[in-house]
């Protein structure tokens, strides 16, 4: 069965430092993809990347980057040069199957991350 | 583009009411989903719908039901509410592309069932 994990409940970042949000997932479809939103205080949902297990290269969106490691089953969030705005809850999720199907997505449990000035 | 709306914002039912939660996206978009997220936790599938005409159950679909009888509109029925589906409910929308196009979500609906 599909499982994503996300082990850091919590995590604090100075102010334009980097930081990363771990994601571990566990599944035996050799097609899935990868996506991290964001879910500020405010409650909506905000796609931010998406990685794919047949692309070759690590997924990158301004500030966000994503770590892919397949052979590790992991897909962490990289954040670079954190701003006060990216304080929020960050989820992992996983579409299983091949894209372009109904696009199920599990969601991981969650990690809040707090900048500091 | 509004994008994906929802109505109503919050709602408090008493046990054994029913009630409908509205979703509507203006993108054209053929897939639909309903999601419930718990406190603390990540998102749950419900119900999904593929196309017009088409819906299927997610993880949870027990206590709900849904229709989709255009390609706008998604609601999302509670028939006799239980305390336990207090939650936030989120309608999201999809594209049929190859890749990885994401889901983009409503700004949710609080209900609090008492």
């Known amino acids: 069965a599909q499982k994503i994990t996300q082990t850091q409940p919590g995590m604090f970042v100075q102010e334009k430092e980097a930081v990363t949000l771990d994601c571990t997932y566990d599944?035996?479809?050799?097609?899935?993809?990868l996506f991290w939103y964001k879910q500020p205080s405010s409650g909506e949902m905000i796609f931010l990347i998406y990685?794919?297990?047949?692309?070759?290269q690590n997924a990158t969106e301004g500030r966000y980057s994503l770590n892919f490691q397949k052979a590790r089953k992991s897909a962490n969030l990289v954040i670079s040069a954190s701003q006060l705005g990216d304080s929020a809850m960050y989820f992992c999720?996983?579409?299983?199957?091949?894209?372009?199907?109904?696009?199920?997505?599990?969601f991981g449990a969650g990690t809040r991350l707090a900048v500091h000035p | 583009n509004a994008g994906v709306t929802q109505t109503p914002k919050f709602r408090i039912l008493k046990i054994g009411q029913s009630m409908t939660l509205q979703c509507t996206q203006d993108?054209?978009?053929?897939?639909m989903y309903w999601y419930r997220q718990d406190p603390g936790m990540g998102l749950k599938l419900i119900y999904y719908?593929?196309?017009?005409?088409?819906?299927d159950k997610g993880e949870v679909p027990n206590g709900y039901n849904v229709s989709r009888s255009t390609t706008e509109d998604f609601p999302l029925r509670l028939e006799l509410a239980a305390p336990s589906q207090t939650s936030v409910y989120f309608c999201?929308?999809?594209?049929?592309?190859?890749?990885?196009?994401?889901?983009?979500f409503g700004p949710g609906t609080r209900l609090l069932v008492l």
């Open positions: 999201a929308s999809r594209q049929i592309t190859s890749g990885g196009a994401a889901q983009y």
């Open positions: 599944t035996s479809d050799p097609s899935y993809g």
């Open positions: 990685q794919g297990s047949y692309d070759q």
């Open positions: 999720a996983m579409r299983e199957g091949r894209a372009g199907g109904y696009n199920k997505l599990i």
């Open positions: 993108m054209n978009h053929n897939y």
């Open positions: 719908s593929v196309g017009a005409g088409i819906t």
